[in-house]
């Protein structure tokens, strides 16, 4: 067993020697150079700031009941609940309408041109719009967060449609697949998967981008992103940093633990295909 864990380490050795460079240098960089924490904060400080945090507590309202919980896992978990709002309405929308627009040609070109008005339209320019519309509440947040997400699946679940190769069709139809719901289902989306989970991760990353500036309005007093600007007016440049890599971190988790259910289940199918 341990000598199994040593091979596994021995094989991430490259990775493991990368991070541990970057942190030194960080480390005399902001020690020796820039001497000032204010402009970059170092190591050690983002390390004893981040202690700090998990030192502290915050009150979590749920369902009436008032629960005392570490600061950080109650701005987790507001972030986590405005980014799965904001994802999950982009799922929902985004796969249909990508599906139907590649699918029929008619819809295509009604709907198209819409789509890519809208689609250049930083997720920025709508806090306006999401205030007016939903009001300072986590949905006004998980709406920055659908828009930024939605279009990336939009695209991709078209592309994985319009790629469908005819003789794939035919062949259905001669073994029975007769309407356009049989085709969808047995043909059209098991050969678009691929994409669409492109699609999803692309999503995913914009999304995760967006949660700052969906938070940072005041759409509540707890979050990720909220903590990076509430910390920046109080200048407390080793908490913004803490909450940035935090950000980060957590974003290379959700897309490994997407990377894994996608590659390794849904399309198990595919390994060894591409070498």
Same mark, same amino acid.
């Given at each position: 067993?341990?000598?199994?864990?040593?091979?596994?380490?021995?094989?991430?050795?490259?990775?493991?020697?990368?991070i541990?460079s970057a942190?030194?240098?960080w480390q005399?960089?902001?020690v020796?150079?820039?001497?000032?924490k204010?402009?970059?904060?170092?190591?050690?400080?983002?390390?004893?700031?981040?202690?700090?945090i998990?030192?502290?507590d915050?009150?979590?309202s749920?369902?009436g009941?008032?629960?005392?919980?570490?600061v950080?896992?109650?701005?987790l978990l507001?972030?986590?609940?405005?980014?799965?709002?904001g994802?999950?309405?982009?799922?929902?929308?985004?796969i249909?309408?990508?599906?139907?627009? !590649?699918w029929? %040609?008619?819809?295509?070109?009604?709907?198209?041109?819409?789509?890519?008005?809208? %689609?250049?339209i930083?997720?920025?320019?709508w806090?306006?719009?999401?205030?007016?519309?939903?009001?300072l509440?986590?949905?006004?947040?998980?709406?920055?967060?659908?828009?930024?997400? @939605?279009?990336p699946?939009?695209?991709?679940?078209f592309?994985?449609?319009k790629?469908?190769? %005819?003789v794939?069709?035919?062949?259905?139809?001669?073994?029975? #697949?007769?309407?356009?719901?049989?085709?969808?289902?047995? @043909?059209?989306?098991?050969?678009?998967?691929?994409s669409?989970?492109a699609?999803?991760?692309?999503?995913? !990353?914009?999304?995760?981008? #967006?949660?700052?500036?969906?938070?940072?309005?005041?759409?509540?007093?707890?979050?990720?992103?909220?903590?990076?600007w509430?910390?920046y007016y109080?200048?407390?440049?080793d908490?913004?940093?803490?909450?940035?890599?935090?950000?980060?971190?957590?974003?290379?988790?959700?897309d490994?633990?997407? %990377?894994?259910?996608?590659?390794?289940?849904?399309?198990?199918?595919?390994?060894?295909?591409?070498?």
């Amino acid at each position: 067993m341990i000598k199994k864990h040593l091979q596994a380490l021995s094989e991430k050795s490259v990775e493991i020697v990368s991070i541990i460079s970057a942190v030194i240098l960080w480390q005399l960089i902001a020690v020796y150079i820039v001497q000032n924490k204010f402009y970059l904060p170092s190591f050690t400080d983002v390390t004893f700031a981040f202690l700090e945090i998990i030192a502290k507590d915050a009150k979590l309202s749920f369902l009436g009941l008032d629960y005392q919980l570490p600061v950080l896992l109650v701005d987790l978990l507001y972030s986590l609940m405005h980014f799965w709002i904001g994802l999950l309405s982009a799922l929902i929308i985004g796969i249909p309408v990508g599906m139907i627009m !590649g699918w029929f %040609r008619t819809i295509d070109r009604i709907v198209d041109p819409l789509i890519e008005i809208i %689609r250049p339209i930083p997720p920025l320019a709508w806090i306006p719009f999401a205030i007016i519309w939903i009001g300072l509440n986590p949905l006004a947040a998980g709406f920055l967060i659908f828009i930024g997400a @939605v279009f990336p699946i939009i695209i991709n679940t078209f592309t994985g449609f319009k790629s469908v190769s %005819r003789v794939y069709v035919e062949a259905a139809k001669v073994l029975g #697949c007769n309407t356009d719901r049989e085709l969808i289902r047995y @043909v059209a989306l098991p050969y678009a998967l691929p994409s669409i989970a492109a699609g999803i991760r692309i999503a995913m !990353g914009v999304g995760w981008m #967006c949660l700052v500036a969906a938070e940072m309005f005041g759409v509540s007093r707890n979050g990720l992103g909220y903590k990076i600007w509430h910390h920046y007016y109080l200048h407390n440049m080793d908490l913004v940093l803490v909450y940035m890599l935090i950000l980060g971190f957590l974003g290379l988790l959700i897309d490994r633990l997407l %990377r894994y259910y996608v590659d390794g289940k849904l399309l198990k199918w595919r390994k060894g295909v591409v070498i």
